[in-house]
């Protein structure tokens, strides 16, 4: 090969070269304003945690919630209090607790804290929510509570906070991605996976659409 020869051949590399490293730029801003990249979406914590209490067909939504709520830190708490994983409110987890759990004692603040625990009672709270609305409106009564919901819906069916509008439009697209793209787990979480199992049923009760 001639010194010509080569140094075209060279440039007819390097160009391809250039063009998949902009292929490959664009591709990764692309992801990023979607949120693909930064978010990191199909790698998560506490997987086992979800698989042992949420059944497959709410799986997905459920690491949604987790994901718009706390980012998977375990150890977030808002400027509200609410608590965990799945930012429960002291308050809403007793309830659960108590009620639907059929459990005895009260629990503490601290107890929140506990991945398992948060992530069966917030689990079992959206289940509820969801018994009581279609999944747009029990994603909006995770958010703003459930007689916040119930007034918007008898008042005309807006979704009256901004802040509930951007918390639904980030659970759905979260929702989206995890069902599209499947998910891996991070770091593997003591958690024995069984079925969820529940010692009171709901009572009867109106559903919203």
């Given at each position: 090969?001639?010194?010509?020869?080569?140094?075209?051949?060279?440039?007819?590399?390097?160009?391809?070269?250039?063009?998949?490293?902009?292929?490959?730029?664009?591709?990764?801003?692309?992801?990023?304003?979607?949120?693909?990249?930064?978010?990191?979406?199909?790698?998560?914590?506490?997987?086992?945690?979800?698989?042992?209490?949420?059944?497959?067909?709410?799986?997905?939504?459920?690491?949604?919630?987790?994901?718009?709520?706390?980012?998977?830190?375990?150890?977030?708490?808002?400027?509200?209090?609410?608590?965990?994983?799945?930012?429960?409110?002291?308050?809403?987890?007793?309830?659960v607790?108590l009620?639907?759990?059929?459990?005895?004692?009260m629990?503490?603040?601290?107890?929140?804290?506990?991945?398992?625990?948060?992530?069966?009672?917030?689990?079992?709270?959206?289940?509820?929510?969801?018994?009581?609305?279609?999944?747009?409106?029990?994603i909006?009564?995770?958010?703003?509570?459930?007689?916040?919901?119930?007034?918007?819906?008898?008042?005309?069916?807006?979704?009256?906070?901004?802040e509930?509008?951007?918390?639904?439009?980030?659970?759905?697209?979260?929702?989206?991605?995890?069902q599209?793209?499947?998910?891996?787990?991070?770091?593997k979480?003591?958690a024995?996976?069984?079925?969820t199992?529940?010692?009171?049923?709901?009572?009867?009760?109106q559903?919203?659409?």
């Open positions: 090969m001639t010194f010509q020869n080569a140094l075209i051949a060279y440039t007819i590399f390097m160009r391809k070269r250039k063009k998949t490293v902009i292929a490959i730029v664009a591709a990764v801003l692309a992801a990023s304003a979607i949120g693909l990249v930064s978010l990191n979406l199909v790698t998560v914590d506490y997987l086992a945690e979800v698989d042992a209490y949420a059944p497959e067909n709410v799986r997905a939504l459920v690491l949604a919630v987790i994901k718009a709520e706390s980012d998977f830190d375990a150890r977030a708490k808002s400027k509200k209090g609410a608590v965990g994983l799945m930012q429960l409110m002291p308050d809403t987890a007793n309830f607790w009620t639907m759990l059929g459990e005895k004692t629990l503490t603040e601290n107890d929140l804290y506990e991945p398992e625990l948060n992530v069966k009672i917030g689990i079992r709270y959206l289940e509820y929510l969801l018994s009581k609305f279609d999944e747009k409106w029990a909006c009564a995770y958010n703003a509570g459930e007689g916040t919901v119930i007034r918007w819906i008898s008042s005309g069916g807006q979704v009256e906070y901004e509930t509008r951007n918390y639904l439009k980030k659970v759905n697209f979260y929702k989206t991605v995890y599209k793209a499947g998910c891996r787990q991070k770091r979480i003591a024995t996976a069984r079925e199992k529940f010692t009171k049923k709901f009572p009867e009760t559903k919203f659409a």
